[in-house]
């Protein structure tokens, strides 16, 4: 769950991590004038103006602007107001103090899934893609590891800045920063913090200039006050993009039935649906397809035991949607979802949507609790399927393969 | 009307059971009977369009008399 660049702020400036002075302006008629006063009762100079969207590349899209006097900040506003980014739309415009920059640094914090632990990653040469800088100056790029687990110290902190070179003054003042975002990071359950580009001022101070904060979805419960301080409704699903109508009709299946999870879906362009889940098997699952060349229609995510009627709606919305031909019904091994009652889903749900379940499911790999009882169905009508002897990546090449043959 | 894949068939003998019939609702788990409290008559009634929810869990066959409910699956 993404937080806009002014709400990651103020858990900054809670925090106590260095901030310019801003004001944040609504997204109404209004805003240019807003913008002029904010200039003036800001009265620092020169401003920058953000609009306030979930997604990258504000810059290139002329949602970002700058003003030297209070007019050219109404006329910027004005300008920003209407401009979608990547499909989004300005929530808000945040005026904030352009300061003048010595250098600029880049701190991430985020899991590495590999190594099952938090990492930071820290370089001196900010405010560009990090990716780039890794693969031509991997020498500016620090990539250090902590424990979730075991108490935090300020040393891992100073030992990825300095790990980058960056010594004297600059190392002291710099790796509390660090510190603190470490902290943030494990407090809130965050999947990301970033400050990008934290910036030296040419007087030495330093300042947090932008700043991307990724909450887990699923400890929003864990973390309500805090939601609650910075205005983040319960209904707001602060994804990337908004939800796409197929997106929100997953929802709409998913919340119909309080028994299990199916139902949250993620739209793609491909041909090939998915009934896919597990333990992290919706990940393995997906990546598999791709590896083969198989083209997803969706991502979703099933377990938890969802009912036959959960099972079927969510595939007869699958088999819904424009351009796909067949589903793959695929798990990991399950202990707490009854591969029967999926069976009966998907097969049913085949039925209702018209299809013939043989034709139209192309692999049906879900091994586990009652799976005997599952087989028998399948076989009933004539669906290929497998159990656990076949990989879940060998399953997704079965079923790539029929999509091609 | 028999569901997909699951069909459950009362013996007549109980069938007008109303002590039977309330118990039968109270314990399946997806609501596959329906109570005579809920105006659906003075015996067993059973919603056709929920039978395919069965998870097959034998309360219904424990609690009536043996061998008066059973339950088919259709796909055997
Ligand atoms: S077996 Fe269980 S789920 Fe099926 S009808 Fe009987 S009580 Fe209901």
């Given at each position: 769950m993404r937080f806009y660049e002014y709400e990651a702020k103020a858990l900054f400036q809670k925090h106590g991590l260095p901030l310019g002075q801003s004001k944040l302006i609504d997204n109404s008629s209004g805003a240019p004038n807003q913008a002029r006063a904010a200039f003036k009762s800001l009265d620092c100079g020169?401003?920058?103006l953000k609009s306030q969207v979930l997604s990258g590349g504000r810059m290139k899209a002329g949602a970002v602007q700058f003003a030297d006097t209070a007019d050219e900040a109404g006329e910027a506003a004005k300008a920003i107001l209407p401009i979608e980014v990547n499909g989004q739309k300005c929530r808000s415009i945040l005026v904030e103090e352009k300061t003048p920059i010595e250098q600029e640094y880049f701190?991430?914090?985020?899991?590495d899934g590999r190594a099952k632990r938090p990492v930071c990653v820290f370089s001196d040469?900010?405010?560009?893609?990090?990716?780039?800088v890794a693969e031509k100056n991997p020498e500016h790029v620090s990539k250090t590891h902590f424990s979730s687990i075991l108490p935090l110290t300020p040393r891992i902190a100073k030992e990825a800045v300095g790990a980058t070179g960056v010594s004297g003054s600059d190392l002291n003042k710099l790796a509390p920063i660090v510190f603190k975002l470490m902290q943030i990071f494990l407090k809130y359950d965050l999947t990301l913090a970033e400050i990008n580009p934290l910036a030296k001022l040419k007087d030495g101070r330093f300042l947090v200039l932008d700043g991307h904060i990724d909450m887990e979805a699923e400890a929003r419960g864990n973390h309500?006050?805090?939601?609650?301080?910075?205005?983040?409704?319960?209904?707001?699903?602060?994804?990337?993009?908004?939800?796409?109508?197929f997106e929100l009709a997953g929802a709409r299946v998913n919340a119909a039935?309080?028994?299990?999870?199916?139902?949250?879906?993620v739209e793609f362009d491909g041909n090939l649906g998915l009934v896919i889940g597990a333990g992290g098997g919706s990940l393995t699952l997906f990546d598999a397809i791709r590896d083969h060349g198989g083209e997803p229609a969706n991502y979703c995510e099933i377990g938890g035991n969802p009912s036959m009627s959960k099972a079927k709606e969510l595939t007869k919305l699958i088999l819904s949607k424009p351009g796909v031909e067949k589903i793959a019904v695929m798990m990991n091994v399950v202990s707490n979802t009854r591969v029967d009652i999926v069976a009966r889903g998907v097969i049913k749900g085949c039925l209702e949507a018209g299809k013939d379940p043989a034709e139209t499911i192309a692999i049906f790999r879900i091994p586990g609790a009652w799976e005997e009882e599952g087989f028998k169905i399948l076989e009933k009508y004539g669906v290929d399927y497998c159990d656990r002897t076949v990989s879940m990546y060998d399953a997704a090449g079965r079923a790539v393969a029929k999509m091609q043959s | 009307m028999p569901g997909e894949f699951i069909d459950i068939r009362v013996d007549a003998k109980v069938a007008k059971n109303a002590t039977l019939a309330?118990?039968?609702?109270?314990?399946?788990?997806?609501?596959?009977?329906?109570?005579?409290d809920e105006g659906s008559g003075d015996g067993i009634a059973i919603d056709e369009s929920n039978l395919d929810e069965c998870v097959l869990c034998d309360l219904c066959l424990q609690a009536a008399p043996k061998g008066k409910i059973k339950i088919v699956k259709l796909y055997e």
């Amino acid at each position: 769950m993404r937080f806009y660049e002014y709400e990651a702020k103020a858990l900054f400036q809670k925090h106590g991590l260095p901030l310019g002075q801003s004001k944040l302006i609504d997204n109404s008629s209004g805003a240019p004038n807003q913008a002029r006063a904010a200039f003036k009762s800001l009265d620092c100079g020169p401003v920058v103006l953000k609009s306030q969207v979930l997604s990258g590349g504000r810059m290139k899209a002329g949602a970002v602007q700058f003003a030297d006097t209070a007019d050219e900040a109404g006329e910027a506003a004005k300008a920003i107001l209407p401009i979608e980014v990547n499909g989004q739309k300005c929530r808000s415009i945040l005026v904030e103090e352009k300061t003048p920059i010595e250098q600029e640094y880049f701190v991430a914090i985020t899991w590495d899934g590999r190594a099952k632990r938090p990492v930071c990653v820290f370089s001196d040469m900010g405010g560009i893609d990090i990716e780039e800088v890794a693969e031509k100056n991997p020498e500016h790029v620090s990539k250090t590891h902590f424990s979730s687990i075991l108490p935090l110290t300020p040393r891992i902190a100073k030992e990825a800045v300095g790990a980058t070179g960056v010594s004297g003054s600059d190392l002291n003042k710099l790796a509390p920063i660090v510190f603190k975002l470490m902290q943030i990071f494990l407090k809130y359950d965050l999947t990301l913090a970033e400050i990008n580009p934290l910036a030296k001022l040419k007087d030495g101070r330093f300042l947090v200039l932008d700043g991307h904060i990724d909450m887990e979805a699923e400890a929003r419960g864990n973390h309500k006050a805090l939601l609650d301080e910075l205005g983040i409704g319960d209904e707001e699903t602060r994804q990337g993009r908004p939800p796409t109508e197929f997106e929100l009709a997953g929802a709409r299946v998913n919340a119909a039935d309080h028994r299990g999870v199916a139902g949250n879906v993620v739209e793609f362009d491909g041909n090939l649906g998915l009934v896919i889940g597990a333990g992290g098997g919706s990940l393995t699952l997906f990546d598999a397809i791709r590896d083969h060349g198989g083209e997803p229609a969706n991502y979703c995510e099933i377990g938890g035991n969802p009912s036959m009627s959960k099972a079927k709606e969510l595939t007869k919305l699958i088999l819904s949607k424009p351009g796909v031909e067949k589903i793959a019904v695929m798990m990991n091994v399950v202990s707490n979802t009854r591969v029967d009652i999926v069976a009966r889903g998907v097969i049913k749900g085949c039925l209702e949507a018209g299809k013939d379940p043989a034709e139209t499911i192309a692999i049906f790999r879900i091994p586990g609790a009652w799976e005997e009882e599952g087989f028998k169905i399948l076989e009933k009508y004539g669906v290929d399927y497998c159990d656990r002897t076949v990989s879940m990546y060998d399953a997704a090449g079965r079923a790539v393969a029929k999509m091609q043959s | 009307m028999p569901g997909e894949f699951i069909d459950i068939r009362v013996d007549a003998k109980v069938a007008k059971n109303a002590t039977l019939a309330r118990k039968l609702a109270e314990i399946c788990p997806v609501s596959i009977f329906i109570s005579p409290d809920e105006g659906s008559g003075d015996g067993i009634a059973i919603d056709e369009s929920n039978l395919d929810e069965c998870v097959l869990c034998d309360l219904c066959l424990q609690a009536a008399p043996k061998g008066k409910i059973k339950i088919v699956k259709l796909y055997e």
